[in-house]
């Protein structure tokens, strides 16, 4: 069915969360406008990440990675996109630039290990399991901003932080510690987890980008 303007005008008037729910219940004009309205935000992550590894890419890689971005949010019945719950205080597009995000990092370490086919090196019997520079430089980069971030967090979640983390103390110790069950442990690490990604996406690009456009 082609789209009207009429069709797209309604799909655009929509916030955030009633545009997910469409989309979830497979509305097509919906996929369209999510696309549209999160279009530049993604390709403004895609820069971050490749900015992160000093890199440079061709701008038919940048629309690679844009497609595979899709894809993803697509795949397993749009798996990435059911998980999104609004109620951690994440916006959407905080959400949908994190994919992005780790959908370039994915790309880049794919494409750093890709054997070239210029030259006459010789092949390789085995493949060398050691990180790749890259994957240092992203490692390294994500304990300094891991340092910065965790001085947001209030002061019981850096206490769990501490413990969890940094010490490595396995649950049932920091259940006693903490004088909590050890379910409520696992619900502190996955929540914290989602808050410290959120804070790492917000810190790149929230500053520049109106997530809520």
């Not at 992203?138 to 304990?143: G, I, N, P, V, W």
Request: aromatic residues 8%; charged residues 35%; proline residues 5%.
């Amino acid at each position: 069915m082609p789209m009207t303007s009429k069709d797209k005008t309604c799909f655009r008037q929509m916030d955030d969360r009633a545009l997910l729910d469409a989309v979830l219940e497979r509305e097509e004009l919906a996929w369209h406008e999510l696309v549209r309205r999160f279009r530049g935000l993604i390709y403004h992550c895609i820069g971050v990440a490749v900015k992160r590894g000093e890199g440079t890419l061709p701008v038919e890689e940048y629309d690679e990675i844009f497609c595979e971005v899709c894809v993803n949010l697509l795949r397993n019945e749009m798996n990435k996109l059911r998980r999104y719950d609004p109620e951690r205080g994440t916006k959407l597009g905080t959400w949908i630039g994190l994919i992005a995000i780790r959908t370039c990092y994915d790309h880049l370490r794919a494409a750093a290990r890709r054997p070239s086919l210029e030259g006459s090196d010789p092949p390789v019997d085995q493949e060398d399991e050691r990180p790749s520079p890259l994957d240092e430089l992203l490692d390294k980069e994500r304990h300094e901003q891991l340092a910065t971030l965790v001085t947001d967090l209030t002061p019981r979640e850096r206490f769990f932080f501490d413990l969890y983390y940094r010490r490595g103390m396995e649950p049932s110790d920091v259940a006693r510690e903490m004088n909590v069950s050890i379910g409520t442990v696992y619900a502190k690490k996955n929540k914290l987890r989602s808050r410290l990604l959120a804070l790492a996406v917000e810190a790149d690009i929230q500053s520049n980008y109106d997530l809520a456009a």
